[in-house]
């Protein structure tokens, strides 16, 4: 294979990909032909120099503002579902597929903290505040009074289908309705607020920096591990640079 076939299949690929997919999997394919140069020596091709790596343009408006946030989960038109699972979001800082993933029983209600697999596969713990606590328990009551023990924590509004039954892990005992899947939660939070909920997360750990939390415990809170990363959530967001802006103010007059 020569290298402008693999411009080619990279091209197939991912050509019309975001600029930041096309370059992590351009990046992917880069150090596996290096690899089999360098470790297994064989006569590998290479990236060609015509597929070079795209300019990554930074959104900076994908921080909400913690008004806009606390507006939303305050509406009376948000079912409770969609209100508790928000707020777990925001208050977290975690991520939706952690979130979704979790079952009634990894709840900790007392110390207000559950335990999700990351990324990398570790569990890690994450921590809600008040407004999570009390949604929690109206979220877990059944019709008869009682609380859902065991189960998927979210769930669908509807019991599956025989036919698209999922395994029994994703089933309520309770209820007989499934784990709430991520294509749905992410509609229904565009649908109300046209918002996607990676920026939920995004917008905890901006307010985080605004409120100058330490970039360590920032990185503790989302849990990321490279504090390049971390940066790219913590820039300040639009209230941080609206209210310094008014140190440039002229002075005010005292008499």
């Not at 952690?98 to 207000?112: G, S, Y």
């Not at 605004?210 to 849990?223: H, Y």
């Amino acid at each position: 294979m020569a290298d402008a076939e693999i411009g080619t299949a990279l091209a197939e690929l991912w050509g019309a990909s975001a600029p930041a997919t096309w370059n992590r999997n351009r990046a992917a394919v880069a150090s596996w032909l290096t690899w089999c140069q360098a470790k297994k020596h064989w006569a590998a091709p290479s990236v060609p120099a015509d597929a070079e790596r795209r300019k990554e343009t930074a959104d900076e408006t994908r921080a909400v503002a913690k008004t806009t946030i606390h507006q939303l989960l305050s509406r009376r038109d948000i079912p409770l579902r969609e209100k508790t699972l928000w707020r777990m979001l925001y208050e977290t800082a975690a991520r939706a597929s952690e979130i979704l993933a979790l079952n009634v029983e990894d709840l900790d209600l007392e110390h207000r903290r559950a335990p999700v697999r990351s990324k990398g596969g570790d569990v890690e713990w994450v921590y809600w505040e008040t407004g999570t606590a009390h949604l929690l328990p109206r979220l877990l009551r059944l019709p008869d009074g009682s609380s859902r023990t065991r189960g998927p924590l979210f769930l669908s509004e509807r019991r599956p289908v025989p036919a698209r039954r999922p395994a029994a892990a994703g089933i309520c005992p309770h209820t007989g309705h499934a784990r709430l899947g991520y294509d749905r939660a992410r509609v229904l939070l565009d649908t109300y607020a046209g918002l996607d909920l990676h920026q939920l997360r995004h917008s905890a750990a901006t307010h985080l920096g605004d409120a100058e939390v330490p970039l360590q415990l920032i990185m503790g809170k989302t849990r990321h591990k490279n504090p390049r990363t971390a940066m790219r959530y913590v820039k300040p967001g639009a209230e941080a640079i609206a209210k310094v802006t008014e140190v440039l103010a002229p002075l005010r007059r005292t008499h």
